[in-house]
Protein backbone atom coordinates (compact mmCIF):
# COMPACT_ATOMS: atom_id res chain seq x y z
CA UNK A 1 0.00 0.00 0.00
CA UNK A 2 1.55 2.98 -0.89
CA UNK A 3 0.79 6.52 1.37
CA UNK A 4 -0.07 9.80 -0.08
CA UNK A 5 1.37 12.34 1.96
CA UNK A 6 -1.74 14.86 0.35
CA UNK A 7 -4.35 12.89 2.52
CA UNK A 8 -2.92 13.26 5.83
CA UNK A 9 -3.42 16.43 7.71
CA UNK A 10 -2.57 15.73 11.39
CA UNK A 11 0.69 13.61 9.90
CA UNK A 12 3.20 14.61 8.08
CA UNK A 13 4.79 11.22 5.62
CA UNK A 14 6.68 13.55 3.44
CA UNK A 15 9.98 12.06 4.69
CA UNK A 16 8.00 8.64 5.69
CA UNK A 17 9.48 6.67 8.01
CA UNK A 18 9.79 9.34 10.21
CA UNK A 19 5.78 10.75 10.67
CA UNK A 20 5.78 14.56 12.36
CA UNK A 21 2.62 15.38 14.16
CA UNK A 22 1.29 18.68 12.67
CA UNK A 23 0.36 20.58 16.18
CA UNK A 24 -1.29 23.04 14.02
CA UNK A 25 -3.72 20.13 12.90
CA UNK A 26 -4.49 19.27 16.72
CA UNK A 27 -7.60 21.56 16.66
CA UNK A 28 -10.82 20.14 19.15
CA UNK A 29 -12.09 16.94 17.37
CA UNK A 30 -9.36 15.96 15.22
CA UNK A 31 -9.17 12.54 16.98
CA UNK A 32 -11.35 11.44 14.20
CA UNK A 33 -8.58 11.92 11.51
CA UNK A 34 -5.70 11.03 13.64
CA UNK A 35 -7.16 7.93 14.21
CA UNK A 36 -7.50 7.05 10.19
CA UNK A 37 -4.30 8.05 9.57
CA UNK A 38 -2.84 6.13 12.05
CA UNK A 39 -5.16 3.03 10.77
CA UNK A 40 -3.59 4.42 7.27
CA UNK A 41 0.18 3.87 8.53
CA UNK A 42 -0.56 0.75 10.27
CA UNK A 43 -2.16 -0.79 7.27
CA UNK A 44 0.80 0.17 5.27
CA UNK A 45 2.98 -2.36 6.82
CA UNK A 46 5.87 -0.41 7.26
CA UNK A 47 7.93 0.39 10.23
CA UNK A 48 7.73 4.06 10.99
CA UNK A 49 8.23 6.40 14.20
CA UNK A 50 5.81 9.43 15.39
CA UNK A 51 7.80 12.27 16.18
CA UNK A 52 6.74 15.20 17.96
CA UNK A 53 8.62 18.15 17.54
CA UNK A 54 8.52 20.81 20.57
CA UNK A 55 4.59 19.78 20.83
CA UNK A 56 2.83 22.21 23.62
CA UNK A 57 -0.21 19.49 25.39
CA UNK A 58 -3.52 21.37 24.73
CA UNK A 59 -5.02 18.79 23.71
CA UNK A 60 -8.77 18.86 24.33
CA UNK A 61 -9.91 15.73 26.95
CA UNK A 62 -12.33 14.48 24.29
CA UNK A 63 -9.55 14.05 21.94
CA UNK A 64 -6.94 12.52 24.98
CA UNK A 65 -9.80 10.19 25.19
CA UNK A 66 -10.75 9.34 21.47
CA UNK A 67 -7.04 8.25 20.93
CA UNK A 68 -6.08 6.67 24.76
CA UNK A 69 -8.97 4.00 23.78
CA UNK A 70 -7.93 3.95 19.93
CA UNK A 71 -4.38 3.09 21.15
CA UNK A 72 -5.33 0.51 24.06
CA UNK A 73 -7.16 -1.35 21.53
CA UNK A 74 -4.79 -1.68 18.57
CA UNK A 75 -1.61 -1.56 20.95
CA UNK A 76 -0.52 -4.97 19.23
CA UNK A 77 -0.75 -3.97 15.84
CA UNK A 78 0.76 -0.34 16.52
CA UNK A 79 3.02 -1.98 18.40
CA UNK A 80 4.73 -4.41 15.60
CA UNK A 81 5.60 -0.93 13.46
CA UNK A 82 5.46 1.82 14.88
CA UNK A 83 8.95 1.53 16.69
CA UNK A 84 9.45 4.45 18.85
CA UNK A 85 7.53 7.82 19.85
CA UNK A 86 10.06 10.28 19.48
CA UNK A 87 9.88 13.68 21.18
CA UNK A 88 12.02 16.76 20.29
CA UNK A 89 12.73 19.28 22.94
CA UNK A 90 16.26 21.49 22.84
CA UNK A 91 15.59 22.69 26.44
CA UNK A 92 16.90 20.01 29.18
CA UNK A 93 14.45 20.66 31.98
CA UNK A 94 12.07 20.33 29.46
CA UNK A 95 13.20 17.49 27.74
CA UNK A 96 13.81 15.68 31.23
CA UNK A 97 9.52 16.35 32.06
CA UNK A 98 8.79 14.90 28.56
CA UNK A 99 11.09 11.87 29.29
CA UNK A 100 9.22 11.22 32.47
CA UNK A 101 5.64 11.48 31.27
CA UNK A 102 6.74 9.46 28.06
CA UNK A 103 7.88 6.66 30.59
CA UNK A 104 4.32 6.53 31.77
CA UNK A 105 3.05 6.14 28.23
CA UNK A 106 5.40 3.91 27.51
CA UNK A 107 3.39 1.67 30.52
CA UNK A 108 0.31 2.24 29.06
CA UNK A 109 0.33 2.00 25.23
CA UNK A 110 3.89 -0.08 25.14
CA UNK A 111 5.50 2.06 22.11
CA UNK A 112 9.06 3.11 23.06
CA UNK A 113 9.36 6.78 23.95
CA UNK A 114 12.42 8.66 23.49
CA UNK A 115 13.39 12.56 23.57
CA UNK A 116 16.14 14.15 22.09
CA UNK A 117 17.49 17.74 21.62
CA UNK A 118 17.83 18.04 17.75
CA UNK A 119 15.55 17.15 14.87
CA UNK A 120 18.75 15.79 12.93
CA UNK A 121 19.24 13.31 16.49
CA UNK A 122 15.53 12.31 15.93
CA UNK A 123 15.98 11.43 12.15
CA UNK A 124 19.39 9.84 13.00
CA UNK A 125 17.16 7.63 16.09
CA UNK A 126 14.42 7.18 13.32
CA UNK A 127 16.81 5.63 10.94
CA UNK A 128 18.52 3.07 13.65
CA UNK A 129 15.10 1.76 14.78
CA UNK A 130 13.58 1.34 11.29
CA UNK A 131 16.85 0.13 9.67
CA UNK A 132 16.86 -2.30 13.17
CA UNK A 133 13.49 -3.71 12.49
CA UNK A 134 13.75 -4.60 8.84
Known sequence: MNLDPQTFVVHDIGEFPFVVFNQ???WPGYAG????????????????VVVYDRVRSDESHEDRRHRGIWLKHNKQALGRLCKALISIEPDAERRAEIEAAGAIAVKAFGIPHEAVATRQAAFDLARRLVDGAA
Open 24 to 26: AAA
Open 33 to 48: RWEKEMIALVENGLPF
